[in-house]
């Protein structure tokens, strides 16, 4: 019994000996930064899961490289950088080899889906069979489909202003892109736009993945265990909580139907069995993994149900906060509207007008895949990156709200990173060191985008030098090998 006390001091022991490591012997030692940050990762838990109800550790990540400098210590483990110059060396192409840092990649609690793969070689055979699923070429032949769901919205708008009711338009443009995305990942709609209850329900489960995102990246180990908690004791607990739950068991149980129709269909003997199944139905996210050349541990079904969800909830929730910019940003500066209804005037001729893409690509005061009409009410937006290289009131609305809000850590495991300032002190970043760049504080670095924190789309109408250095340092999705696979 009389060892128990000894227990306390043990501890106490172990703490100090490791904050006196981490300060003082740790490879990171010499690098600049608070004590408290280098000492302990509870003081980014503090900034992202308690002041101020979480999500600061970003704010807190800016006031340390205004007082520390362009290269900084933000925890024991990690570096961030905050200079234009090194995104390209963070962030290279496909040859360079880059492995996620585990807690950020698992941090959206699908670890198996291709953001949340560490491995730079497996997440390079993931990111390929999906790549052609969602390119652009692809996604184009469904514009009719997406269409069809913009009358949906319009029509939810159209009763609001005919009777003057106020309403949230978040919580409509997210069930407008979740509709749209579902239907072209799995084939069919969740229906959200129709109803309102499922609406609001969605909209909350969203926002409790949200909520969580801070709290699995310091826990990696909180979804798997939840996802193995029962139903009815998580709607006890939780019902937000249970929501997220079914929605992953919902997944999974949708992807091991496909793999059960996938495997009875690989048995057929004849081809006119393959070619009736084949035919039956349309391509979707579910066949397209599993059809792939990926092997078929890639293939199982909580692997498959994971890689949809992830591309279901990026390519609905990133969508509606663009959208919410927009319509905010469109609204509330003078002049914008009535220019970007006159540019698209001339090619909405009636409002139900759908321009193909080509013709939208053309409007120079567009820039990117995207009619917004909203003297008449209508509004369509479908992502497309890869566009006209000049300028746009949307790029302007991706250079505010960026599509991915988190620093992105990733790891060169083994090679040193080198870091140069502008003085000539010359940093070496140890291999296997997860470093870091945040993606908002390079689009609001005002030494790139003057008066960075206003919206200003004519600053996409300037002469082709300048135009080039916005373009280069816009990098809404990520840049290089790891960037959004749904960016197009």
């Known amino acids: 019994m009389n060892s128990l006390v000894y227990l306390p001091i043990l501890g106490l022991a172990y703490a100090a000996a490791l904050v006196f490591y981490r300060l003082f012997l740790h490879p990171l030692a010499k690098f600049p930064g608070p004590k408290i940050a280098a000492a302990t990762k509870w003081y980014e838990f503090y900034h992202d899961c308690v002041k101020g109800g979480g999500g600061l550790f970003s704010y807190e990540i800016d006031r340390m490289h205004d007082r520390y400098g362009p290269i900084v210590r933000i925890n024991p483990h990690e570096i961030h950088v905050s200079d234009p110059t090194w995104l390209d060396t963070l962030y290279p192409g496909p040859g360079p080899v880059r492995d996620k840092y585990a807690p950020s990649a698992h941090m959206s609690g699908v670890p198996q889906g291709t953001f949340g793969t560490v491995d730079h070689y497996i997440h390079r055979q993931r990111r390929a069979a999906v790549k ?4 652009k070429k692809t996604v184009q032949t469904f514009q009719s489909s997406i269409c069809s769901t913009v009358e949906l919205l319009c029509r939810e708008f159209n009763h609001f202003a005919a009777t003057g009711q106020t309403f949230e338009c978040g919580t409509y443009f997210l069930s407008w892109a979740t509709d749209s995305v579902a239907k072209y990942l799995e084939n069919s709609t969740y229906g959200l736009l129709d109803d309102a209850r499922r609406r609001q329900d969605w909209q909350e489960t969203i926002a409790q993945v949200v909520e969580l995102t801070p709290l699995v990246k310091q826990f990696p180990f909180f979804m798997p265990f939840v996802l193995k908690v029962p139903g009815w004791l998580m709607q006890i607990l939780s019902p937000k909580m249970n929501r997220v ?7 999974r149980s949708t992807a091991r139907q496909y793999l059960s129709l996938h495997t009875s269909a690989a048995k057929q003997a004849t081809g006119a069995d393959n070619s009736n199944h084949a035919s039956s139905s349309k391509i979707d996210a579910y066949r397209a993994i599993l059809s792939s050349t990926l092997p078929e541990i890639d293939k199982q079904p909580d692997r498959v149900a994971q890689e949809v969800l992830t591309l279901l909830v990026g390519g ?24 970007l209804t006159k540019t698209l005037d001339a090619v909405m001729t009636t409002p139900t007008t759908n321009p193909e893409l080509g013709v939208l690509e053309k409007q120079e005061y567009l820039a990117t895949h995207t009619s917004v009409n909203l003297s008449r009410g209508i509004l369509q937006l479908t992502a497309s990156w890869d566009c006209l290289k000049q300028v746009a009131v949307v790029k302007e609305s991706l250079r505010i709200a960026t599509a991915l809000t988190a620093r992105l850590p990733l790891v060169s495991p083994s ?7 502008d003085d000539g002190t010359e940093w070496v970043i140890p291999a296997g060191t997860p470093t ?5 504080r390079l689009h609001m670095d005002p030494d790139i985008y003057v008066d960075p924190y206003n919206f200003r789309p004519d600053r996409w109408l300037g002469k082709p030098a300048q135009r080039a250095l916005l373009e280069k340092y816009l990098v809404p999705f990520g840049r290089g090998a790891r960037m959004c696979v749904g960016q197009k």
């Not at 609905?316 to 220019?339: E, K, Q």
């Open 415 to 421: 090679k040193t990173l080198l870091y140069a300032q």
């Open 436 to 440: 870091s760049m945040s993606i908002s």
């Open 132 to 135: 052609t699923f969602v390119s």
């Open 245 to 251: 739950l079914l929605m992953h068991k919902r997944m």
């Open 316 to 339: 609905s929730a990133t969508t509606m906060r663009v959208m919410l910019r927009i319509v905010y940003h469109v609204n509330s500066t003078p002049g914008v509207l009535s220019r």
